[in-house]
Each structure stands twice: as structure tokens, then as C-alpha cells.
DNA sequence: GATTATAATGAACAATTGTTCATTATAAAA
DNA sequence: TTTTATAATGAACAATTGTTCATTATAATC
């Protein structure tokens, strides 16, 4: 008789508290490191019992996958809004949008960047790691494949592949990265900039300026 | 009466495990990464019993330490012996020489870039493995520092400092070694090496060229 | 207020970590 | 050959790892 219904119930905490260990699980990674965030660690940082973790995902290594999907998700979104709203613009606009954009303080701080470099130092030995990682990597390149295609159409160089100047440029991105990561103190971001321009204007002088602004 | 003298006695085997188990950490950071790397990992690699190491180095640490400084040691012989090697050479003369150094096979093959980075991963939250990986990485950046001040005393570029042009290369270089990291299977020394000349020519077009050569 | 579904807890678990040290093996010196 | 110094062994250790699950707490429904 009163089995006509019963109703999913008191699932107003469950997600909070699913955040909170995603949260933890990164900051934890910041702080000592992803070698050593152990579920002591998190739930130390997060504040809840020790059954959390297996509670919400099946196991530790499913909260360290969430959080980094958590995370890659954030940059994707600023990533893609950003190059949607330059569809149409000329190439010379699209990169220099782009590249602001991956020098820009809410991707290229600190914890973001430390975050990413841990997840990928265990990417080589984690094939789940690696497919998030790897899929970022190939949205970013194909991205600045694309453009550089259209800024070599807009002023050929002679004997020069656009394939060629793009992977120097992606390079150098990657490079400000790691750079970024590892002296993040005396790392000016205005000086990575500059630099990136100085290599820009070089290759397509009617385009762009050493300043950094287009021509 | 007998107390004449106590000599050291058979140190023939010592030296030898000692570095067979330098060697089998070095393996199994390769093999399983850093953090996968148990005292139980390394001495089955090396066919060693369980004390071995408490017994050659103090800990765990001190063999991780001494590896990366075995391992370091290797880059900055081959580096400064090319260095060496192009003293009185010019500036064009000696970036041909160094970049084909740090993209050369002998530094940049699979074991030993994983091992490089494996180790910088754990840079950041150990002080010691930072003072190994942060030195290398200054004579590395000091070093084509001041090969493109060179380049730019004997070709002055308007409105560009050196040290913006050695900004870029260097994070090229690092960006290369990233991406060999990456995708060894892809990765073509040839291409990055083409890519790395476009960067020099298009900046110093009266000392090199776009096929690698030197003007 | 009583019932019920489930979210949260934390003691207990087996497995693995790095380290210790009494014991054994071995090569050089007496 | 005997003695001696030390290199090598591996069982035993405490500490820490991630996971389990019986128990408790709590909010929605009856």
C-alpha cells in the first residue's frame, strides 16, 4: 500500500560536499604537491570524515580524475568563448586575442599553472590523465595551426611553412608556460608579451608592430 | 702490538652496486616515473638485497639525489664541451653549434628527457632536487643569453633588446623539449631544428639562413 | 511524532611504504 | 690457515597508504 512513491531524498548536502573534495583535492595539490595528496591530506583539508572520498567517488583515484576534469573545463570555457568572439576578425586580431588570453592573469597564475604541469608529470604513467591532457594540448595547437595559416595567407614568406611558423610560436607558448611555472616570482607578463611580439613582427612586418599592436 | 695498521679492506664490489643502483633508479623512473619508484622497484631492477640502500646511501633520498646529480652531470659535460669547442667561433657559429647540441640525439632521446622531467616535477616542493634542476637550467639560460647579445652586436635590431630575443629563443628551445616530452613518436629533430633557423633568420637575416646554414 | 531513505562518520582493515639490525659471506692481512 | 674488517643479506619493524562497513545522524515523507 505506501509503496506508491519514494522519492530521491536529502541530496542537498551530497553535492556540496562533492565540491569541497574536488576543491580540496587541488588545493592540496598546490600545497604539497599531487605525490603527496593523500586522502589524510584532503579530508584534513576539506574538513569531513574519512569515508568521504569512497562515499562520493569510488575511489581516490576517481576524485583525482574528477578534479582534474573540474579544472580543464575552466580553461576550455575561457578558451573557446574567446575565440568565438573573434570569428570574424582578421587573423592578426585572432592571435593577438588568443595569445593575451593564455598570458592573461585568470590562466597563466600560479595555482592554475601548478596544477596543470602536476597533473602532467602523471600523465605519461596514467592513461586517463593523459587523454584529458592531451585533448587540451590538441584544441590549443589546432587553434594556432589555424591561425597562423591565415596570417601566412595574408603575407606568404617565401620558402616558409605555415606548419613551421606555428610550431615555433605554439613552442614558444608552451615555453612561457614552464617558464611561468618555474620562476613565477620575476616572471613579468608584460615582457612575455613583448617578446611574443617582437618574434610576430619579424615574421609578418605589415601586420604587427613590436608593441604589440596591430598595423 | 698487532695494532700496526688497519687498511681498507674490500672495496672492490662497493663502487660497483653503488652505481648499479644509481642506475636502477634512473631505469625505473623510466620504466614506472618517479612516484611509482619504490625502494623494492629499484632493487629488483638492480638484483640487490633490501638493505643495499640504507646501507650505500643513508635513504631513499640520498639515491634520488645522488641519481639526479649522476644524471645532471652527463648534460653539462656534452654542453660545455661544445661550448668549449666554439670559443673563438662567431655568434651565428656558436648557436648552430648549441642548439644542434640540445637537440641532438645524445641529450634529447626518450629516457633522457622523461628522467629531466620526472625529476622537475618534484622540483617545485623539494628544495634539493630545485638547487640541481634551477642550476642547470641558469647556465643553460645564461649561456644563449649571451650568444645573442653577441648576435645582436653584429646585426642591431631597432627597438628590440637582446635580452627580449634570448627571451624568446630560450623558451623555444624549452618549448622543443616539451614537445619531444610529449610526442617522442612525432617529434622530428629535423623540423624543429628548421623551425628554431626560420626564427633566426627572420631576426638575424645577414648571419643565417632559412635552411640551417650560416650566411 | 514516527517512519524511512540515505548522507556522514570513523574504527578497523590489509597492503605497502622506507628503515633497522642481527646475522652471514667474503676477501685481504696476519 | 686463521683472523679480521666490512660488504651483503633479509626477516622484522613501525608508519602510512587507500578502502571497507557497521553504526549514527538527519532531513523528507507519512
New interface residues.
Partial sequence: MSKVKRKPKRLVNKPLNRQKLIQATLDSIVD??I??TSVTEILDKAKLSRGMINLHFDNKESLLLEALKFYTDIYNQTFYKQLESVKTASPAFKMQTMVAHDLDICVLNRDYV?IW??FR??A??NELYRQYT?TR?KRFRDTYYSICTELVKAEPLQ??SSK??A??L???????W??FY?HSDSFKRS??K???F??LT??FPSQFT?KGALK
Avoid: P
Fill in positions: 604539497v604537491g605525490e603527496n601548478v604541469y602536476e608529470g602523471k605519461r604513467t592531451d594540448y620558402g616558409v613551421s611558423i610550431h615555433g605554439i613552442t614558444m607558448i608552451e615555453g612561457m614552464i617558464d618555474l615582457a612575455a613583448k617578446t611574443f617582437i618574434y619579424a615574421l613590436h
